[in-house]
Each structure stands twice: as C-alpha cells, then as structure tokens.
C-alpha cells in the first residue's frame, strides 16, 4: 500500500531541498522498491546464511548502485563525479537503508573517502582515485578508526587522540606503518572483493599518529592499498547482524611502507580537523540518515500488516490503541528526518554555523545520530510488538532490521559518547577526573 507521508515528494521539504533532488530520491526509491526490498533475505544469505548466496547478491546490488551514479555522487563535477549536494548524499543513505542499511553503509564508505580528500584538499588523490570512483567497474573501501585497546577513546575530545597507537614514521618519500585497528569494514583480502561483479577494494583510509604523546597535533590519516606488503587481517568477525553487508576484522600493520602522498593531511592540526569533523561528525550523520531510513521501513511493514488484520471486524490500526503506536512511530521519524536534513543543511554553511569539527557542529551530529537511532530502536521494537510472534519471524524482516539498527547506533562512539558530546558542545570541553595521571603513565 501507498502512504502518501512516506513519499519522497512530501517527507523530503524544499527547504532543504531542490525539485531535481527529489526527483532523484524518488528514483532511488523505484530502484530499491524493485531491487533491493525482493532481495533482503538473500543480503544474509537467506535462512540458513549461506555466504556465498551472501556474497553474490550483496556484490551484484552494489554494482547496481554504482551504475545509477550512488557512489559518485559527492564526488565533483572536474573529477568526473555528479557534484551533488550533501542533501542528496543524506538521501541516498536514507532510501538505501529502506532495504538494506548495510548496503547503504556500503555505498556510504565512498562518499566517506571523497570527503576526507576533498577536506585536506587533495587535488591529486582525488584524480588518483576518481577513475575507480566514476569508472564502470565498481570497487569498495574502508576507514580504520578504532583500536583494541581503546574501544571509543578516539572518538572522545579528552583524549585529544593520544590514545591512537597506529603510529606512522618518515622514511625517505614515504612513511612507515606500524599498529593494530579492530572493527575495520569491510576488511579482508584484497581476493575477497573481487567477484563477478565487484571488481575489487580500494584500501584502508587510516587514523595514525606520528607521536601520541603530541595529540592533535600529530593525528592524521594515512591511506594504505589493501595488499601493501605487512597489511594481515583476522577473520571477519561473526555478527548479531551486518553478517556480509560489512565484513569487519582486524587488521595488523607491520613496516607498511607507503609513498609520501598518501598521507591525506599536510598541516599540523588539519589532520584533527578531518578526524573530529568528517570521520566521526559527518559519519554519525550518514547514520541518523541511514536509521531514519530504516525506522521508515519498519512503519511501512507494520502499517500494511496492522491494516490487513483484524480485532472484531476493524483493521487492527484502526483500533485507538495500536493507532497510537504507529501515530509515535511517524512522529519520531518525521521529527528524525528533519533534524538530520537541518544540521546537513548547516554544514553546508559553515559561515553562520562554524566548521564541521566545531564543538557546536559535533553537538549537532550527535543529536541527530542519536534521536535517529532511539526512533530505529522504538520503530523496530513495536512493529514487531504490534505483529506479534509475525514480527519476530524471519519472514517478515522486521527481525533482521530489529538485528541491523544497533550497531549503527553504537559505531563512531556509542549512545553516551553522542549525549557527552551534546553536552560538551552546549558549555564548552571538560576531562575526565584522573586523565593527568593516566597520561604521565602512558608517558606522554
């Protein structure tokens, strides 16, 4: 059934939007009506999780995503890239992540490596790059951020990233690699991603330090080719859900050597900035979209099926009580939706709302991602609660979106990292009590 609210045409506002990129939203929605949603089931391998089946149909969808433009969307119009707005960035993780939000995720790691190039300004990694970006063959990548030993402490401001022990030496032209990053996806082999339709992986965008002890100004990011000599990788790690969407491992780097360019930032200081701003603000972002879209197809599957079953005679969703629920469930992801769509349209006026890295604008990424994520939690819990023992079966998808949201809730820092850093942005940074000591430990 058709719910004229959940249309593109009447939950994206022209406010934030253009005519044309709602059109484009529009497309996307046809494309995962007819692509995706059939498929859900086969992106876990179906029932009894068959990797191979996995595999397949997770390539071939993301290869159909790359022919309609997704993953070169942000990328600009010189390199060959459509140029488009972060509105339409949002969008595109909002209608993907409908039927599947570790697809979206997938094409999201795109958008995320043009970002970081285009913040340093790197001219010439984007003319590296832009051939596999905008080419007909399509090919994924991956951002390393965090490491065993830290859990969320390179997401949190107190730390100043002098936890990262991803360290990184000058050499003559190059730099040398030496450390450990866990959770990387999707990570693995570079033979992993070459299939009949993926054509292979790009490499690992990576949080390194030059010395820990100089915090930010020594932070940055490194990009390592997926098989430079030394790079080893664990199994991936067996999940709740994400089971192939995002292969996450572990990854160990020992005298990786790569050329001088590779390190994205050049100043001291900007690479800081593209840590807090585009890794961890613009990546909670892509979330509050990515959830949004999932908490949306959540509504639709408990709409079409509290309107096919009946109490007494009367559709159950016309019953006030379960009305109620799913009047809350629309609330909370018009409300989402719209938090999301303002703070990607204050990014895209840093002069009255400050840079990306700003406390303000980390603030702002972190509501957004965190009402996002409560309204996937509260969407997920009562469409399966209003379907009963339905809900909780394979069938209906709702178990898998149930399995899917939490993850993107907790990554980039986690749902008390998101309200210590709305907080942080309302009265200025604090420190944890005890943070003295522990850096004279760690002899810094």
């Known amino acids: 059934m058709i719910y004229k609210m959940l249309l593109p045409k009447y939950k994206y506002p022209k406010a934030f939007c253009t005519d044309e990129e709602i059109m484009m939203a529009e497309e996307i929605k046809r494309f995962v009506d007819n692509e995706v949603m059939p498929r859900r089931h086969d992106l876990e391998g179906g029932w009894h999780r068959d990797e191979k089946k996995a595999l397949e149909t997770l390539h071939e969808l993301y290869v159909k995503c790359h022919e309609l433009g997704l993953t070169k969307s942000n990328l600009p119009e010189e390199y060959g890239g459509l140029g488009l707005s972060p509105v339409v960035r949002q969008m595109i993780n909002e209608e993907l992540a409908r039927g599947d939000i570790g697809l979206a995720t997938m094409v999201g790691k795109i958008h995320w490596i043009v970002s970081f190039m285009l913040a340093a300004k790197r001219d010439d990694l984007l003319k590296e790059f832009a051939p ?3 080419g007909d063959e399509a090919w994924t990548a991956c951002v390393a951020i965090t490491e065993p030993h830290g859990g969320a402490n390179i997401e949190d401001p107190a730390f100043e990233f002098k936890t990262i022990r991803t360290k990184i030496t000058a050499k003559e032209n190059g730099w040398v690699i030496n450390g450990h990053k ?56 067996e999940k709740c859900g994400f089971c192939w969407t995002d292969e996450n491992v572990e990854i160990w780097f020992n005298n990786v050597e790569v050329p001088k360019k590779y390190r994205i930032d050049t100043k001291p200081g900007e690479g800081a900035n593209i840590i807090k701003g585009y890794v961890i603000g613009l990546g909670r972002l892509a979330g509050a979209a990515r959830l949004t879209g999932l908490a949306q197809a959540c509504l639709e599957i408990a709409l079409d099926w509290t309107g096919g079953r009946e109490i007494a005679g009367q559709p159950v969703r016309e019953r006030s009580a379960f009305a109620m629920i799913l009047a809350e469930m629309a609330r909370m992801i018009e409300v989402s939706r719209q938090y999301y769509l303002s703070v990607t349209w204050q990014v895209m006026h840093p002069e009255i709302y400050g840079p990306p890295w700003s406390p303000e604008m980390i603030a702002k990424f972190s509501a957004a991602r965190s009402f996002a994520a409560d309204t996937a939690e ?10 009963g023992s339905y809900g909780y079966a394979y069938e209906q998808h709702v178990e898998k979106y149930y399995r899917d949201f939490k993850i993107v809730k907790m990554w980039l820092g986690g749902a008390q990292r998101d309200r210590l850093d709305i907080a942080q942005g309302l009265y200025g940074p604090f420190k944890w009590a005890g943070i003295e000591d522990w850096e004279k430990e760690q002899g810094l």
């Not at 959770?183 to 054509?199: C, D, H, I, Q």
């Open 132 to 134: 596999y970006i905008t």
């Open 378 to 387: 509260f969407c997920t819990n009562k469409a399966m609660e209003l379907m």
């Open 182 to 237: 866990i959770w990387p996806g999707p990570g693995g082999p570079a033979e992993r991603f070459k299939s009949k339709w993926l054509k292979g992986h790009l490499g690992y965008w990576t949080i390194v330090t030059e010395d820990p002890g100089k915090g930010e100004e020594a932070a940055g990011m490194v990009y390592v080719p997926p098989d430079a000599e030394g790079v080893t990788f664990s199994s991936p790690f």
